[in-house]
T-cell receptor
Framework: DGGITQSPKYLFRKEGQNVTLSCEQNLNHDAMYWYRQDPGQGLRLIYYSQIVNDFQKGDIAEGYSVSREKKESFPLTVTSAQKNPTAFYLC???????????FGSGTRLTVV | DQQVKQNSPSLSVQEGRISILNCDYTNSMFDYFLWYKKYPAEGPTFLISISSIKDKNEDGRFTVFLNKSAKHLSLHIVPSQPGDSAVYFCAASASGGSNYKLTFGKGTLLTVNP
């Protein structure tokens, strides 16, 4: 079955540490996105990539970094510069010219 | 500056009745609108969409209405079922270029009571 996989489902990070969230898709989608969900805040765009080796900042990119070395993979690194990293992180993908996002099941990151 | 607004954080309806979820937007460049449904600890799933060239789109029990002059859209669910209980997100995009990123509202929690 084609889909989008995020791992791990739960992640705990100590303050000052960088962590990387994995996102892999086998849908042959061109575009991939990272969103963050906070209670009462909806979904906010962190980074997105429409083709391999290219990505763009979203609305809240500070303290995050991404790479897009392969079409299937779009990992997100939450750096120590991110002031409030505790949140639910969602990865999504879509065909280049289509709005129909497919979302992963999310990673809940908690800073301890 | 919130460009997509869902002013009702929650809505409760009885099974079998109509659920109406509302969404307002401020960016006049938005020309494509979508509704997503989300259960706790899961990713959102696409529900229904509408282009700005239409004012209504229907898919089974779900209908989306778009009022461009008022910059308002609504999702109607008829009849509502307990399984519809979830958070519903309104999303919008301006497809003027090759950018298909979506802007989401904060969501409305729908509870359908048996």
């Amino acid at each position: 079955d084609g889909g989008i996989t995020q791992s791990p489902k739960y992640l705990f990070r100590k303050e000052g540490q960088n962590v990387t969230l994995s996102c892999e898709q086998n849908l042959n989608h061109d575009a991939m996105y990272w969103y963050r969900q906070d209670p009462g805040q909806g979904l906010r765009l962190i980074y997105y990539s429409q083709i391999v080796n290219d990505f763009q900042k979203g609305d809240i990119a500070e303290g995050y970094s991404v790479s897009r070395e392969k079409k299937e993979s779009f990992p997100l690194t939450v750096t120590s510069a991110q002031k409030n990293p505790t949140a639910f992180y969602l990865c999504a993908s879509s065909i280049y010219s289509d709005y129909g996002y497919t979302f992963g099941s999310g990673t809940r990151l908690t800073v301890v | 500056d919130q460009q997509v607004k869902q002013n009702s954080p929650s809505l409760s309806v009885q099974e079998g009745r109509i659920s109406i979820l509302n969404c307002d937007y401020t960016n006049s460049m938005f020309d494509y609108f979508l509704w997503y449904k989300k259960y706790p600890a899961e990713g959102p799933t696409f529900l229904i969409s509408i282009s700005s060239i239409k004012d209504k789109n229907e898919d089974g029990r779900f209908t989306v209405f778009l009022n461009k002059s008022a910059k308002h859209l609504s999702l109607h669910i008829v009849p509502s079922q307990p399984g519809d209980s979830a958070v519903y997100f309104c999303a919008a995009s301006a497809s003027g270029g090759s950018n298909y990123k979506l802007t989401f509202g904060k969501g409305t929690l729908l509870t359908v009571n048996p």
